[in-house]
């Protein structure tokens, strides 16, 4: 096995090159070389994640399309639909891939041959060897080789960032091209970081409950082991209540079960995570976030309920992304300060989020400031009338006025999706 990545292509040909002409001089002289691992232990009605040996990150479908053709990357593990796979067993020792939010099968473009094809999803072919993968088993780890290249599957260049391309490769056992099966629903652990969940992950039962009377202030990480805080304020509306946590900028805050009352919930005073967070009961808002210049905002994870007014309230700078989140029951997930009284231009994302009704809108935010939001794989739940708006425009003020209401819906410019963004269940 190579235990470090080679430092260019070239080097790493030679290594294959000289493995082909090994192989082929002892079968030469009538040895048999045995390459083929016995198979995995698959369980074939389950959904596993394929964690790569080299990064940690596992495989997934890019942008969580469902399109034909959509091509594989790795991403840090949330367990969404997008990085669950079930093995298809096809016979002879064979398996399809079939990914659980689009049911498409991995194959690999073009049913190429070559080093370096990209591996994507597409729609099952059974006469498709491309879409066929043998399974060999490496120190606790598998390797996935395709049946009609004789290739293995591969993060390129062994990249251990977030995007990092899977494709096809010839087989050199490098840790790039090793996969760690995990089983949906066993002790493995979640996402990295924290836990992360998707959006359809079941809401997490307390490990213990804490009552708090003051704010508990973080910098650095704290993690609340999925206990429930509770104490703070009335678990109204009223706008002067102290928050359950306040971050420092850079802090994050994961694994926490924030029970009523909780004040006005976590205020964040400069970048911030909030990883795997859930809200029983939304008082005044769920997170307030605030500073100046250019701060970055992430939301992984968790949940969020019965919130009257807001979700998220965006008073400061910079950009927030809410991803992997749920919420149901609920006024609007994201506002962009309307009336502040010091403004600036906001950008919110919002993607792989789950609403669920009742609800008045997903996002709203002041085109004045030059506010975008940004939508992708939005799923809401239970408007069959579609009375959720995604995007309110409004002109906003520093004056403490209600800003006025000035639009909905996508124009391409300010409120940006298309119709493929949202899913209506």
């Given at each position: 096995?190579?235990?470090?990545?080679?430092?260019?292509?070239?080097?790493?040909?030679?290594v294959?090159?000289?493995?082909?002409?090994?192989?082929?001089?002892?079968?030469?002289?009538?040895?048999?070389?045995?390459?083929?691992?016995?198979?995995?232990?698959?369980?074939?009605?389950?959904?596993?994640?394929?964690?790569?040996?080299?990064?940690?990150?596992?495989?997934?479908?890019?942008?969580?399309?469902?399109?034909?053709?959509?091509?594989?990357?790795?991403?840090?593990?949330?367990?969404?639909?997008?990085?669950?796979?079930?093995?298809?067993?096809?016979?002879?020792?064979?398996?399809?891939?079939?990914?659980?939010h689009?049911?498409?099968?991995?194959?690999?473009?073009?049913?190429?041959?070559?080093?370096?094809?990209?591996?994507?999803?597409?729609?099952?072919?059974?006469?498709?060897?491309s879409?066929?993968?043998?399974?060999?088993?490496?120190?606790?780890?598998?390797?996935?080789?395709?049946?009609?290249?004789?290739?293995?599957?591969?993060?390129?260049?062994?990249?251990?960032?977030?995007?990092?391309?899977?494709?096809?490769?010839?087989?050199?056992?490098?840790?790039?091209?090793?996969?760690?099966?995990?089983?949906?629903?066993?002790?493995?652990?979640?996402?990295?970081?924290g836990?992360?969940?998707?959006?359809?992950?079941?809401?997490?039962?307390?490990?213990g409950?804490v009552?708090?009377?003051?704010?508990?202030?973080?910098?650095?990480?704290?993690?609340?082991?999925?206990?429930?805080?509770?104490?703070?304020?009335?678990?109204?509306?009223?706008?002067?209540?102290d928050?359950?946590?306040?971050?420092?900028?850079?802090?994050?805050?994961?694994?926490?079960?924030?029970?009523?009352?909780?004040?006005?919930?976590?205020?964040?005073?400069g970048?911030?995570?909030?990883?795997?967070?859930?809200?029983?009961?939304?008082?005044?808002?769920?997170?307030?976030?605030?500073?100046?210049?250019?701060?970055?905002?992430?939301?992984?994870?968790?949940?969020?309920?019965s919130?009257?007014?807001?979700?998220?309230?965006?008073?400061?700078?910079?950009?927030?992304?809410?991803?992997?989140?749920?919420?149901?029951n609920?006024?609007?997930?994201?506002?962009?300060c309307?009336?502040?009284s010091?403004q600036?231009?906001?950008?919110?994302?919002?993607?792989?989020?789950?609403?669920?009704?009742?609800?008045?809108?997903?996002?709203?935010?002041?085109?004045?400031?030059?506010?975008?939001?940004?939508?992708?794989?939005?799923?809401?739940?239970?408007?069959?009338?579609?009375?959720?708006?995604?995007?309110?425009?409004f002109?906003?003020?520093?004056?403490?006025?209600?800003?006025?209401?000035?639009?909905?819906?996508?124009?391409?410019?300010?409120?940006?999706?298309?119709?493929?963004?949202?899913?209506?269940?």
């Amino acid at each position: 096995m190579l235990d470090n990545p080679p430092k260019n292509r070239r080097r790493r040909l030679g290594v294959v090159a000289l493995t082909a002409l090994t192989t082929a001089a002892l079968g030469a002289v009538g040895v048999t070389v045995a390459n083929q691992a016995s198979a995995a232990s698959i369980d074939t009605n389950a959904y596993y994640v394929l964690q790569n040996a080299n990064s940690g990150k596992v495989l997934e479908v890019y942008n969580f399309s469902t399109a034909d053709g959509a091509k594989l990357n790795q991403w840090a593990r949330n367990d969404g639909d997008w990085q669950q796979f079930k093995f298809l067993d096809m016979g002879s020792g064979f398996y399809r891939l079939q990914v659980k939010h689009s049911g498409k099968v991995v194959n690999i473009s073009g049913s190429s041959t070559a080093d370096g094809a990209q591996a994507v999803v597409s729609n099952g072919d059974r006469n498709a060897y491309s879409q066929y993968w043998s399974i060999q088993d490496i120190s606790g780890n598998i390797q996935l080789i395709n049946r009609n290249s004789g290739k293995a599957l591969e993060i390129f260049e062994w990249s251990t960032a977030d995007g990092g391309n899977a494709v096809q490769y010839a087989d050199i056992n490098g840790a790039n091209q090793q996969w760690k099966l995990i089983k949906i629903g066993s002790s493995s652990g979640g996402g990295s970081g924290g836990g992360t969940t998707g959006p359809n992950a079941p809401w997490p039962s307390e490990t213990g409950s804490v009552k708090v009377s003051s704010t508990t202030s973080v910098s650095g990480t704290f993690d609340g082991g999925l206990k429930r805080y509770y104490g703070i304020g009335d678990g109204g509306q009223s706008e002067s209540q102290d928050p359950m946590f306040k971050l420092a900028n850079g802090a994050t805050l994961q694994n926490v079960i924030i029970g009523a009352p909780a004040g006005d919930g976590v205020h964040c005073d400069g970048s911030c995570t909030l990883r795997n967070v859930w809200w029983l009961d939304v008082g005044e808002d769920a997170a307030t976030f605030r500073g100046s210049g250019s701060p970055t905002f992430l939301v992984d994870g968790g949940g969020a309920r019965s919130a009257t007014d807001k979700v998220f309230q965006h008073n400061g700078a910079g950009t927030l992304t809410i991803q992997n989140f749920q919420v149901s029951n609920f006024g609007k997930l994201y506002r962009s300060c309307g009336n502040c009284s010091t403004q600036y231009k906001r950008t919110v994302i919002i993607k792989n989020t789950k609403l669920t009704a009742p609800g008045s809108s997903v996002a709203g935010i002041n085109t004045n400031y030059g506010d975008t939001a940004t939508f992708s794989g939005i799923i809401i739940v239970g408007d069959s009338s579609k009375k959720i708006s995604i995007c309110d425009r409004f002109t906003g003020n520093n004056s403490g006025n209600e800003p006025t209401k000035t639009g909905s819906g996508a124009d391409g410019t300010y409120c940006k999706y298309s119709s493929s963004d949202i899913t209506y269940q």
